[in-house]
């Protein structure tokens, strides 16, 4: 943190652009406090010079507390994932922050909002995005407002959408929506947009459009993404199909979504174009165009996916679903944890042993069933087995399996090499637990089209049964402090 910083206040940033802004700032060493209604959800995530503080803009009292000492307020809060209508909660929030902050006298408040011509039509959501831009500004201080198309990135609703609907139907009958032109940009463009807006010599309320240099329509980004997966999708182009319509059926096809999918897809109907072009102007920021956007999710993806900890994103004593375990966007994850009475160096001598002549530690007969099988596809199989018994490195083989990250009397991660529909990863990570330790067993499955679903699906009561062994003889191993 720099000596002597301005303050700057973050809402929303448990969400998707407030989270990767809050790290954005915090490496430039901003002093920066989070107004969350759940701070305990956020206080794993944020540094520990950064300030988190409990608060909601639809409470009043919460606020004066929150904004004291504020220069900029970063305004990233929507009540679209909220059941029932989110106008009035979205009016009302900004109604009371702007209040709150005139009071408070901040210099600048920024806020993201959403692409689209003020006219007769506009969706409700739109309508609502740009309604609470207009309250924000109703308070005096400063407002610079950023209206942006669809967002491409990794975990953004657009592109996880995009994602789904490619990935798991191979003909698609595509309605109007799918048609109408939006200028996409990518989620660092935007943070980029939102970190440039602390700096700007503005000295009132500015809006700016924000968008990548294509206009393209949802049906141009599916087969984009299509073309970069490798995957072949056919798009059959019907005139019915009504965007509420439309977005019953995202619901039955992408589940995850269904609350706020529904609320996006009703706003589709309105084009999303640049029209002004004084951001370009403005500011040094060039955003890339749909292609590298694309790539770059997909990139960003598996970066975050290896850097972070896979468990943490769903609770560690959580059991599996009898279906088929959580899903994290496409992802399929099946995480166990048990306690073992050891310290946890002790309790991590027997993942660090894992694979090569000590085994699996269970079924060994069915890990040997899948590596020949995999050898007959043209696979690795199990005969490269480990380069040391004991020791293990970063990016070396391990069976059929890669060592991906490793971290010595902690965590092992490795990503399968075996011919798959899709992409696989296991990971062992042991934590200290009083005077003992918990050992968190995480499979992760990425799949591949409808192939891997099937796969995932169809083999899913033997995985179980498998990943439950396992996990019981890694705990019995270490409180032996012996490896089968």
């Not at 953004?156 to 003909?171: C, D, K």
């Not at 206009?215 to 009504?242: I, N």
């Not at 399996?401 to 965590?411: H, I, M, N, T, Y």
């Not at 990570?429 to 591949?448: H, K, M, N």
Request: a positive charge.
């Amino acid at each position: 943190m720099r000596p002597g910083a301005r303050l700057i206040l973050v809402t929303g940033a448990t969400g998707y652009v407030g989270g990767r802004l809050l790290r954005l700032l915090e490496d430039r060493g901003e002093r920066v406090r989070c107004l969350a209604r759940r701070p305990e959800y956020l206080r794993g995530r944020a540094r520990p010079a950064t300030e988190v503080v409990a608060g909601d803009v639809l409470d009043p009292a919460s606020l004066p507390p929150a904004l004291q000492g504020v220069d900029t307020a970063y305004y990233l809060v929507h009540s679209m994932g909220s059941s029932g209508p989110f106008e009035e909660k979205d009016r009302l929030g900004a109604g009371q922050f702007a209040a709150a902050a005139r009071e408070a006298g901040l210099r600048r408040i920024i806020y993201l909002g959403g692409l689209g011509e003020d006219i007769a039509g506009l969706s409700t959501h739109l309508r609502s995005r740009h309604e609470v831009g207009t309250v924000l500004r109703s308070s005096g201080v400063p407002v610079i407002e950023f209206r942006a198309s669809i967002i491409l990135g990794s975990g953004s609703l657009s592109f996880e959408m995009i994602r789904a609907l490619v990935e798991r139907l191979p003909v698609m009958v595509t309605p109007r929506w799918v048609r109408v032109p939006a200028q996409p940009i990518a989620v660092n463009d935007v943070l980029a947009y939102l970190l440039a807006a602390l700096d700007l010599d503005q000295d009132g309320p500015a809006i700016f459009e924000i968008g990548g240099p294509e206009a393209v329509a949802y049906g141009d980004l599916m087969r984009e993404y299509a073309r970069q997966r490798g995957l072949r999708r056919a798009m059959l182009p019907v005139p019915v199909l009504t965007p509420h319509l439309s977005s019953l059926w995202l619901g039955l096809v992408t589940p995850v979504y269904a609350r706020v999918g529904r609320k996006l897809i009703d706003g589709i109907r309105n084009p999303t174009l640049v029209r002004d072009h004084s951001a370009f102007e403005r500011f040094s920021v060039r955003p890339v165009g749909v292609r590298e956007a694309i790539a770059q999710a997909i990139r960003f993806e598996d970066r975050e996916f290896a850097e972070t900890h896979w468990a943490g994103a769903v609770s560690a004593t959580c059991a599996p679903r009898p279906w088929g375990g959580l899903r994290t966007g496409n992802r399929l994850i099946d995480t166990r944890t048990v306690r073992v009475d050891v310290p946890p160096a002790q309790a991590f001598r027997p993942v660090q042993r894992i694979g090569g002549t000590t085994g699996w530690y269970y079924g060994g007969w069915l890990w040997r069933v899948r590596g020949g099988l995999d050898l007959l596809v043209g696979g690795v199989g199990l005969r490269r087995g480990r380069r040391h018994p004991v020791e293990v490195r970063a990016g070396e083989a391990l069976d059929f399996w890669r060592v991906e990250s490793f971290e010595p009397a902690r965590r092992l991660r490795l990503l399968a090499e075996m011919k798959l529909p899709g992409r696989a990863w296991l990971e062992f990570s042991v934590e200290p637990d009083g005077a003992g330790a918990l050992i968190t067993q995480t499979a992760v499955f990425d799949p591949r089209g409808l192939a891997g679903l099937a796969y995932w699906y169809g083999i899913w009561p033997l995985h179980r049964m498998v990943f439950a062994g396992m996990l019981r003889n890694l705990a019995r191993a270490a409180l032996q402090n012996s490896c089968p």
